[in-house]
């Protein structure tokens, strides 16, 4: 499967830098899942579990707050609070 770069912060630190292959976030407007090529966006996340799925059958849950996501053609950035 194609990756994509993501990135995830904190406000005190980095979280996850690397090359994903699926990223699943809890939206405002209802769960979503980022995979490489993705649409331009920026949205505001709710409490939920943010799902990453990396290479070599790489899988981590992280329970989030809230925060912020940007995906532009060349990187996935996400703002979370814990």
């Given at each position: 499967?194609?990756t994509f770069?993501?990135?995830?912060?904190?406000?005190?630190?980095?979280?996850?830098?690397?090359?994903?292959?699926?990223?699943?976030?809890?939206?405002q407007?209802?769960?979503?899942?980022?995979?490489?090529?993705?649409?331009p966006?920026?949205?505001?996340?709710?409490?939920?579990?943010?799902?990453?799925?990396?290479?070599?059958?790489?899988?981590?849950?992280?329970?989030?707050?809230?925060?912020?996501?940007?995906?532009?053609?060349q990187?996935v950035v996400?703002?979370?609070?814990?």
């Amino acid at each position: 499967m194609t990756t994509f770069s993501l990135s995830i912060y904190a406000l005190d630190r980095e979280i996850f830098w690397g090359e994903a292959e699926a990223l699943t976030l809890p939206t405002q407007d209802g769960e979503i899942q980022i995979l490489a090529d993705h649409t331009p966006l920026v949205a505001l996340l709710k409490e939920g579990d943010m799902k990453i799925e990396g290479e070599n059958n790489f899988h981590q849950t992280l329970p989030i707050a809230g925060g912020v996501v940007e995906v532009t053609p060349q990187e996935v950035v996400v703002l979370v609070n814990f």
